[in-house]
């Protein structure tokens, strides 16, 4: 099992920039990629940024936003700059272990006021 907590929400004017971060724990070590996904009001739930072997982002954060892993390698922060109205959402942090068993986290609200 594990567990994925997110933290770095919060309300940010449009252009302003945050740092969102996740910490996992539990089976760690079974941890290989980690994401970012997000839920706005109304719609269903998109993919924003994962890192693994290789780094990618969804067309609509690309250049504004950027995933990183801490040195312990359960931590997985999102810095997301040029913040846009649009980005208000739920963000939730994802893995899955190598049985295909998903994790989530609880989510953490972004509110970006115009």
């Known amino acids: 099992q594990v567990q994925l907590v997110e933290s770095g929400g919060g309300l940010v004017q449009a252009g302003g920039s945050l740092r969102l971060s996740c910490a996992a724990s539990?089976?760690?070590?079974?941890?290989?990629?980690m994401a970012w996904y997000r839920q706005a009001p109304g719609k269903q739930r998109e993919w924003v940024a994962t890192?693994?072997?290789?780094?990618n982002y969804a067309d609509s954060v690309k250049g504004r936003f950027s995933i990183s892993r801490g040195n312990a390698k359960n931590t997985v922060f999102l810095q997301m700059n040029s913040l846009k109205p649009e980005d208000t959402a739920v963000y939730y942090c994802?893995?899955?272990?190598?049985?295909?068993?998903?994790?989530w986290g609880q989510g953490t609200q972004v509110t970006v006021s115009s």
């Open positions: 994802y893995t899955a272990d190598p049985y295909g068993r998903a994790y």
């Open positions: 539990g089976s760690i070590f079974s941890i290989d990629a």
């Open positions: 890192m693994g072997g290789s780094t």
